[in-house]
């Protein structure tokens, strides 16, 4: 599948029932743009968590770190419409293990201009939300 973004490819990740209400419609997986770390609805998403540092060694190897840090870099479009659910999604990926603004300034400097959004101005922007 293609990113509908840029066109690049994206990797299919399924999402616990318990984090379906941060995915659009009623999908069962999102996938993740290699290239612009857009976020997309998946219905078909593979069985188990694919590696996705393989995204970059930013993102939690972790499962439960990395599927709901998938779900947040996919709202960072709009901090105003998503507040609490990224305020609740970095809540949990803290939990799981990993400092959700470290990953988020690592990313930035890896993809830049590529990404989707101004990855340095949402970490700001995410800092304050914390």
């Known amino acids: 599948m293609s990113c509908a973004e840029c066109g690049g490819e994206t990797l299919a990740v399924?999402?616990?029932?318990?984090?379906?209400?941060y995915l659009p419609?009623?999908?069962?997986?999102?996938?993740?743009?290699?290239?612009?770390?857009?976020?997309?609805?998946s219905e078909d998403p593979p069985e188990s968590t694919p590696d996705l540092t393989t995204l970059d060694d930013a993102m939690?190897?972790?499962?439960?770190?990395?599927v709901p840090m998938v779900?947040?870099?996919?709202?960072l479009d709009s901090l105003a419409l998503h507040r609490q659910e990224i305020t609740a999604l970095l809540e949990r990926v803290?939990?799981?293990g990993t400092d959700p603004l470290l990953v988020v300034d690592r990313l930035a400097d890896?993809?830049?201009?590529?990404?989707?959004v101004d990855l340095a101005r949402?970490?700001?922007q995410l800092e304050q939300l914390l």
Do not use: F, K, Q, W
Not at 14 to 21: G, H, Q, S, T
């Open 71 to 75: 779900l947040l870099l996919g709202l």
């Open 122 to 124: 949402r970490r700001h």
């Open 25 to 41: 419609g009623n999908a069962t997986g999102a996938t993740i743009c290699r290239i612009c770390l857009a976020m997309g609805p």
């Open 94 to 96: 803290e939990r799981a």
């Open 110 to 116: 890896s993809y830049g201009d590529d990404a989707h």
């Open 14 to 21: 399924p999402v616990p029932a318990e984090l379906r209400e």
């Open 60 to 66: 939690p190897s972790d499962a439960a770190a990395g």
